[in-house]
């Protein structure tokens, strides 16, 4: 099976641009790929950072939809419980400002990697959606925590609860992402906005970064008892026949069979 890969390239002095390709499974986020951001984050210095995709998709989300039958619980959790926060964490962690520049559609696990990034810029014409209530998913609370401090306890809720797509203009007005890019120009638009970053005093940007983070993360701890409940939930959703059932229906395009275990 082939794997996607994550391509780098410097657009103007002092950025770097991250694309996804993965065009066989709109931008999906394979063991590969998420490997790739948890090794070459650490290793950048730019004084921004561009994550984007190629063609009509930012990314789809897990790439979970062709593991067998027999390995599937098994081999989603591993996917998603260890490369994917590794990735994401390595996108969080990066000193300096990063953008997301969503060229198209941005679904499930990719929609939290764009919001690991600082800033968010869309084209106009994209769809963006958390389906994890459609695939029976319980998502990760580290995960809802940064939908939460994006767009509040009442706009997360009805992401994830109704697990409706939503056009671009909508997201900008929820504050999901910070602007929308002029027809065609999304990737000049990136570029203009990481150089404008990149221009900033370096102190200033990792110093103002690391000041937001400590003052979002300043009231995150939850008892040890409740954690470990909700990482159990999570666990065990990857064993459930409605997980499995969801991820067939929704590659299928067809409504989903619930057997409520």
Known sequence: MSSG???LDEPAPGVARLTISNPGK?????????DQFATTMPRLDARCVIVTGEGATFSAGYDIGDLPDEVFADEAEKLIAHPFAAAIDAVGAYPYPTVAALNGHTIGGGLELALSCDLRLAAGTIALAMPPAKLGLVYSHTGVRKFIDTIGAPRTRELFLLGRRIDARTARSWGLVNALAEPGRLSEEAVEMAVEIAANAPLASRGNKRVITAVLNAHVALDPEV????IELRRACFSSEDFREGVRAFAEKRPAEWRGR
Do not use: K, Y
Request: proline share 0%; glycine share 6%.
């Open 227 to 230: 954690e470990r409940e909700l």
């Open 5 to 7: 890969s994550l391509l």
């Open 26 to 34: 709109r931008g999906a986020l394979d063991h590969a790929i998420l």
